[in-house]
């Protein structure tokens, strides 16, 4: 590997292939803005990332010319949540009365990534570097100023000067330590083992929770697979994987019995994935050069699959008010850094805070519960209140369609030269 450093240089810098940093790339390169997006990874390829995109990122798609595309991914269409319970299946979310989108869309993030890159890349004024890791910042005037990212690249390091760096690199943000900005921990009392099963015709249709005492399951109609989730205590992973696999598979049968002929296709723990919940958000997000969105900025709970969806809002907030900034001359101040944390820290405080609410009242004891494996029969109370769709559309609008959304601004693509294919984005 060749260890002399080579420079790039940018109006901004993306930090981070996710959701967010997608998502802004393709606004700012649109806006004619010369764009450099870091990706660590080769591709996007990476099992159990947030796959629920929700009726606000559909609109979004629809406002920047995308929505064909997308419906054209592998794709399937949720209009109610429903909950397995001892007694039978109910609807306990219902999509059908938004507009313009009364579904969300389970989609692999990979493809819609893969979707989002390729328009990107039709831009002469936007460069996609894969397999290219931040290490680190670049700073000036002391230190006070950040003024580009260091990197290792394919070819060796790469240093990468730009007029503002923003950081859309996960909840492990390297940008947000590099920093040294603080983040305030809202508590999280569970964890989730991420795992999937094969599907058969046979199988019921839905997408669904299944609440138990000292236990709850996800299921995630993926069409030929279940995406599934076991929502364990903070921390217990380590206990479960000294089990032998067979227990854990005897529970998911026990559980969820239309399941149990199949549970033998995870062979070992190596077919089930540990998320480690985290809820927190950055104090402040920005620093003069610098700024931070998405899941570097604000963990979200997996309650809900709001998280790239949030993250995605952060992107279009952003879009809106750093475009006039960095079309005009002259580098961004920290108060239009500060304006973008500014609108989007109240609908993130308002999701955060539901997320916790139903942690610490739902999850939090069931969890504690002592576990004997039978279902839970469903609350009269909630089968009454369920019965009716205008409040069963209270969870799906609150999740699904969020706080003080945004909205693509309009103006014509600038700089456009065509699309290029997903051979053509490995390349680079």
Request: glycine share 10%; net charge positive; with cysteine.
């Amino acid at each position: 590997m060749n260890n002399t450093s080579r420079t790039l240089s940018a109006r901004c810098c993306i930090v981070g292939g996710g959701p967010a940093g997608m998502m802004l790339a393709v606004q700012l390169a649109r806006a004619g803005i010369k764009v450099v997006l870091l990706e660590k990874h080769g591709d996007f390829l990476r099992d159990f990332r947030g796959d629920t995109v929700h009726p606000s990122t559909l609109e979004i798609l629809a406002e920047l010319g995308l929505k064909q595309r997308f419906d054209s991914l592998p794709q399937r269409r949720v209009e109610t949540i429903e909950g397995i319970f001892a007694d039978g299946i109910y609807a306990v979310g219902d999509f059908r009365g938004l507009k313009p989108y009364p579904y969300l869309a389970l989609v692999p993030q990979w493809d819609l990534l893969n979707l989002l890159a390729q328009e990107a890349q039709a831009y002469s004024n936007f460069t996609l570097l894969m397999r290219c890791e931040a290490t680190g910042l670049i700073r000036t005037d002391g230190g006070a100023q950040v003024v580009g990212v260091t990197a290792n690249a394919v070819e060796g390091p790469l240093q990468i000067y730009a007029d503002l760096v923003i950081g859309c690199d996960g909840r492990g943000s390297c940008l947000r330590e590099a920093a040294g900005l603080q983040s305030q921990n809202l508590g999280a009392p569970m964890d989730v083992l991420w795992f999937r099963l094969p599907r058969l015709g046979s199988d019921p249709e839905g997408t669904y929770a299944v609440p138990g005492k000292g236990n709850f399951f996800a299921l995630l109609n993926r069409n030929d697979y279940w995406q599934c989730a076991r929502v364990i205590p903070k921390g217990a992973a380590d206990r479960w994987y000294q089990q032998p696999i067979a227990a854990f598979q005897a529970q998911i049968a026990q559980r969820i019995a239309f399941l149990a002929d199949r549970v033998g296709a995870l062979a070992t723990w190596d077919d089930v994935k540990l998320l480690e919940v985290r809820v927190d958000r950055l104090l402040r997000w920005h620093r003069p050069g610098l700024l931070l969105i998405g899941d570097a900025a604000h963990a979200m709970s997996p309650i809900g699959g709001v998280g790239i969806n949030l993250a995605i809002q952060d992107a279009v907030a952003a879009a809106n008010i750093l475009g006039p900034a960095l079309t005009a001359p002259g580098v961004p101040d920290e108060a239009i850094l500060a304006a973008v944390q500014k609108r989007r820290l109240l609908p993130t405080k308002i999701i955060q805070g539901i997320q916790v609410f139903l942690q610490r009242r739902i999850i939090a004891p069931a969890l504690a519960s002592s576990d004997d494996g039978r279902p839970i029969a469903f609350p009269r109370a909630a089968k009454f209140i369920l019965r009716f769709r205008l409040i069963r559309s209270i969870p799906a609008r609150v999740f699904g369609v969020g706080f003080f959304r945004e909205h693509v601004m309009s103006g014509e693509p600038r700089g456009r030269t065509g699309k290029l294919s997903i051979r053509d984005i490995a390349r680079h």
